[in-house]
């Protein structure tokens, strides 16, 4: 297995069922071309359960093409509940006969929705400063709405489901 190539996919939200379609982890494995024994093997690459979730790839069997390209893509598609918003470590191993190789990956799972409130100082007025005005956020609603501070993006430093008026009240 190729474990840097490891990729985590989706989106994970405490208590919400994971959907295999979305919620994934992709792996690479390395298919030496000079093994006789890797052409027509079959592939099967699974995760420990964490907190209720766990991943597990269809039995794949490898090809002439995948042995002549020299690796292959494996598929671990996700199921369960995440039961805390713990960061999940997985361990992922395979049925290998001839290696022991084990790659470890993090799923984070994001935060609910949460009410949040910001008071303090702004524009020579004290009060509520998380305000949006002619559709632009002002003050710290700047900071809380910036994707890469707050959100469910891969790049999001807190991982949390973001507020929309479709939510009922909280």
Known sequence: ??????TVHG???LNQALNPAGNYISVWIKILPGDPFVEGSTVYLETNIVDGIGFA????????ADKAGGEKEIILRGSGKPTSVDTKKMTITSNSAISVATCYVSVPVAYPVKKTYGWGWYNNTAGYI??????TPQGTRKLVDADVNFGTNDNS???????SPSYPDL
């Open 57 to 64: 790839s269809v039995p794949t069997l490898v090809t002439a």
């Open 11 to 13: 989106v994970y939200q």
């Open 157 to 163: 430093t807190v991982k949390i489901v973001k507020y």
């Open 130 to 135: 998380m305000q949006v005005l002619d559709s």
């Open 1 to 6: 297995m190729d474990c840097g190539r490891t």
